[in-house]
Every structure is written in structure tokens, then in C-alpha cells.
């Protein structure tokens, strides 16, 4: 299993986010420096299983929704710091009503954080040649001949 590539968002990036969430939603009247968390939560699980058909691997990753923890990673108020792909992709389309995701939104918007994209891993590309047993076998017997005898 691979390990989960996250990126800390900068702020720019979630005031952005939060913008658009204080333009969409009603907030509840709590107090305190995160509670926009559950509210904002709720919107985004709302947004993935109501409006985004496109990307349906974001509904597969999250099938019961996104947690609040998910949520306080991707504004860095608990660690690790830092969103997944997917978070990234569903809380970018929540924002952009589903123009664009987590590439789209850096490319359109924040040109400054080029860096962020997400690269398309290409597996052929980074996977070593298949080398057979006998295959390595042969190489030893070369490199024994080319040495000098003792």
C-alpha cells in the first residue's frame, strides 16, 4: 500500500475555502476559534454525496463522509499537518462549484503555489526493468571474468 501523499495547504488557499463556505452556508452561532469545523464539514459531505458525479472516487474514498478530524488536517489544527489528494480535490470542487478540483483551482487561481500540483504518477515510467534470476546470474559470471585472477 502506498503512503499517503498530504500537502499543507497555505493560507491563502483556506481563506479562499473559507470565503466561499461563509458565501454558501449558514453558520451556526458556536464559539471559538474552529467552530466552523463541523459546520464546514457537514457542507462538504453534503456537496460529495448531492453534487459531485464527476469525481465519484471522492464518494468511494469517503463513503461514510468526511470527518471533522480530515477537515482540522486540511486547516492545520491537528497533525499531521496536511490534506490528501482527495480532501484536497473535494473541498477545491466545494469551493469552485465543481469547475474545478485541487490541480484546476492552483493552475486558475494561485499561480504562486505551482509546487502544490499533484503529479500524475506514471508507474511504467518509475518501475525498474523486470530482471530474472538467470539474468543476474550472467551478469555475475561477466563481472567475475573481468576481474583480475588472485
Known amino acids: 500500500m502506498s503512503k499517503a501523499t498530504t500537502v499543507i495547504v497555505p493560507n ?3 481563506e479562499f475555502i473559507l470565503h466561499a ?3 454558501k452556508e449558514i453558520r451556526s452561532h458556536k464559539y ?3 467552530s466552523y469545523i463541523p459546520d464546514f464539514t457537514k457542507a462538504i459531505n453534503k ?3 448531492d453534487k459531485c458525479d464527476r469525481y465519484s472516487f471522492i464518494r468511494v474514498k469517503y463513503n461514510n463522509g468526511i470527518s ?3 477537515i482540522k488536517r486540511f486547516f492545520n489544527y491537528k497533525g499531521p499537518h496536511g490534506a490528501t489528494k482527495q480532501v484536497r480535490d ?3 470542487l466545494y469551493a469552485t462549484d465543481g469547475e474545478l478540483d485541487w490541480n484546476g483551482l492552483i493552475i486558475k487561481k494561485f499561480t504562486g503555489y505551482i509546487h502544490l500540483l499533484d503529479k500524475a504518477v506514471n508507474t511504467e515510467e518509475n518501475r525498474p526493468p523486470h530482471i530474472t534470476n538467470y539474468e543476474i546470474y550472467l551478469k555475475l559470471l561477466d563481472i ?3 576481474l583480475p585472477k588472485r
Do not use: K, L, T
Request: hydrophobic fraction near 35%; proline fraction near 0%; include cysteine.
Open 12 to 14: 491563502e488557499i483556506q
Open 21 to 23: 463556505f461563509d458565501e
Open 32 to 34: 471559538g476559534c474552529r
Open 47 to 49: 456537496y460529495i454525496f
Open 68 to 70: 471533522e478530524d480530515h
Open 90 to 92: 473535494a473541498v477545491a
Open 144 to 146: 567475475e571474468s573481468r
